[in-house]
């Protein structure tokens, strides 16, 4: 799969954005498809993913009840969309497609591998 990330900006505290992930070259619903992040100085970190192998989704602490994945399988597109935006969800935004772990295991906000990687896109929340 090719990845291409679309819909970062600078948006104000408690604004709304929505990222996309569309995929070129594969189907999206063959992988596990997760939005990490990675703001300057800190370490990359999964917010959000979406399971190939039976659609669930699961959400970082930091986000639960503020930010929604959802996969529109028509246009072969991912999406996040955030709420109650917090300046410190400020960071350069990335969806990877990759596999599922194991049943039993870790959720796919950490996927085994990671076979393709957007370029990303810039969320700032600033007022």
């Known amino acids: 799969a090719q990845l291409a990330e679309s819909g970062g900006d600078l948006v104000q505290p408690g604004g709304s954005l929505r990222l996309s992930c569309a995929a070129s070259?594969?189907?999206?619903?063959?992988?596990?498809i997760t939005w990490f992040r990675q703001a300057p100085g800190k370490e990359r970190e999964g917010v959000s993913c979406?399971?190939?192998?039976?659609?669930?989704?699961y959400y970082a602490d930091s986000v639960k009840g503020r930010f929604t994945i959802s996969r529109d399988s028509g246009k072969n597109t991912v999406y996040l969309q955030m709420n109650s935006l917090k300046p410190e969800d400020t960071a350069v935004y990335y969806c990877?497609?990759?596999?599922?772990?194991?049943?039993?295991?870790?959720?796919?906000?950490?996927?085994?591998?990671?076979?393709?990687w957007g370029q990303g896109t810039q969320v700032t929340v600033s007022s």
């Open positions: 979406i399971s190939s192998s039976h659609g669930g989704t």
């Open positions: 070259g594969s189907t999206l619903e063959y992988y596990a």
């Open positions: 990877a497609a990759g596999g599922d772990p194991p049943p039993g295991g870790r959720s796919c906000l950490f996927p085994p591998f990671i076979v393709d």
